[in-house]
């Protein structure tokens, strides 16, 4: 999803309703997690927290997402959002971290707990949770966009978990049920959030993106017609789902309207089968009089002029 039109539109009412609830549960969550002395309502609370934070930084990178190129932000501001994400998921990291600690410092000195309270403040969240994982779901996939996602997904399971713990103290007495819930949201907080880190850490790094290959990228472009070889081959991330290609080609030497034909081939082998609508491509002439089949060129048209840069800003067409 690129952020633009009625989508971006949506999406920012969806984050703004998201940051209100949000911000209002994490209210309720620490007066009563405080009052019925319960580290698993406080650790919701720090979880919502962190959400509200992700959730602002969303709404940011909307804003930014949807402004356009200028001179000095030729891409644009595409990574904003991949940025967001990053910087919130190191903060869950960071508070998941804090939760241990919690956690194990209350199993070695247990505090009474008031279980009915647990479980009417978490049935709140569940509910509240669960409607703002269903609308995020609704408004696109971007990275940014899922990070929250999976956040509230996160927060409507562990906070599930904080009811039954609730019910398994009302019915049993064992206080050491709260700190162990609270370790089992801090697992989730962190493993939720390292897959981001490790998705916007490579769009960042410029990293060939993960559901791309290299290997078969070449492949494909060498297949081409009039394609002898591709070398100095680079593809990367310009945001969560727009890749960008740069390459050189070696064709024959051939005239300038041929040239035309196989750039156009490359681009719509590169789009319709790999998702890349942004391509520089330079050709080189090949230095032999002739292109042979078995290095994956085939032969066309006369000897002519050479056409030795071929640039192909598809990106600007495919918004």
Known sequence: MHFHGPATDQTKRVLRISLVLTFCYILLTFFVGLRAHSLALLSEAGHNTSDFLALLLSFVA???????????????????GVLAA????????????????????????????????????????????????????RVGDDVNIRGAFIHMLGDTLSTAAVIAGGVAIALTGMQWVDPVLSLIIAGIIFWSSLSIVRETLN???????????????????????GVCGVHDLHV????????ALASHVTISDIPPSESRRILADLNRELREHFQIHHTTIQFEKRDEAGCEVEDGCLPSGDAGLTSEHAHSHGAHHSH
């Open 62 to 80: 909307v804003y930014f997402h949807a402004r356009p190129a200028t001179d000095k932000k030729t891409f644009g501001y595409r990574r904003a």
């Open 86 to 137: 990053f910087v919130n998921a190191i903060a869950l990291i960071g508070i998941a971290g804090w939760l241990f600690v919690e956690a194990i410092e209350r199993l070695l000195h247990p505090l009474t707990v008031a279980p009915h309270l647990m479980i009417w403040t978490a049935a709140v969240g569940v509910l509240m949770n669960g409607i703002l994982a269903w609308m995020l779901s």
């Open 203 to 225: 769009v960042l790094l410029e990293g060939t993106p993960e559901n791309l290959s290299i290997t078969d990228i070449r492949r494909a472009m060498q297949a081409v017609a």
């Open 236 to 243: 990367w991330s310009l945001g969560s789902h727009l890749h």
